[in-house]
């Protein structure tokens, strides 16, 4: 498999990369896992990414696109490559703050 098609939900954090976001690497952590249990309960998570993400993706519902190998930051790569279609990860920790990511192709 040479690239893979994911959508995700980012939160910023005050210092994490290109960063603008006033909220604490705490307040990030604690809102990112709310997020992740309401998606576990049911929720859209394409409707959860145009409401709370940072990143410009999230008025797509978070569709960053494909991508192939080397495109994404490490911890993100490896987890959208290591999931099946349809499948939402965990809190991901990378440089530019938390995601949940959902593979969607």
Same mark, same amino acid.
């Given at each position: 498999?040479?690239?893979?098609?994911?959508? %995700?939900? @980012? @939160?910023?954090?005050?210092? !994490?990369?290109?960063?603008?976001?006033?909220? !604490?690497?705490?307040? =990030?952590?604690?809102?990112?896992? =709310? @997020?992740?249990?309401?998606?576990?309960?049911?929720?859209?998570?394409?409707? @959860?990414?145009?409401?709370?993400?940072?990143? $410009? !993706?999230?008025?797509?519902?978070?569709?960053?696109?494909?991508?192939?190998?080397?495109?994404?930051?490490? $911890?993100?790569?490896?987890? =959208?490559?290591?999931?099946?279609?349809?499948?939402?990860?965990?809190?991901?920790?990378?440089?530019?703050?938390? %995601?949940?990511?959902?593979?969607?192709?």
């Amino acid at each position: 498999m040479s690239t893979v098609r994911a959508s %995700h939900i @980012l @939160l910023m954090y005050q210092g !994490s990369a290109r960063s603008t976001a006033t909220r !604490s690497k705490a307040e =990030a952590e604690q809102q990112i896992n =709310a @997020l992740a249990e309401q998606i576990r309960g049911g929720a859209d998570f394409g409707d @959860l990414a145009k409401a709370n993400s940072d990143c $410009p !993706s999230g008025a797509k519902g978070g569709d960053l696109g494909s991508f192939g190998k080397g495109q994404m930051v490490k $911890p993100f790569e490896v987890a =959208a490559f290591g999931m099946d279609v349809g499948q939402v990860s965990g809190v991901i920790e990378t440089d530019f703050g938390y %995601h949940i990511i959902k593979r969607t192709g």
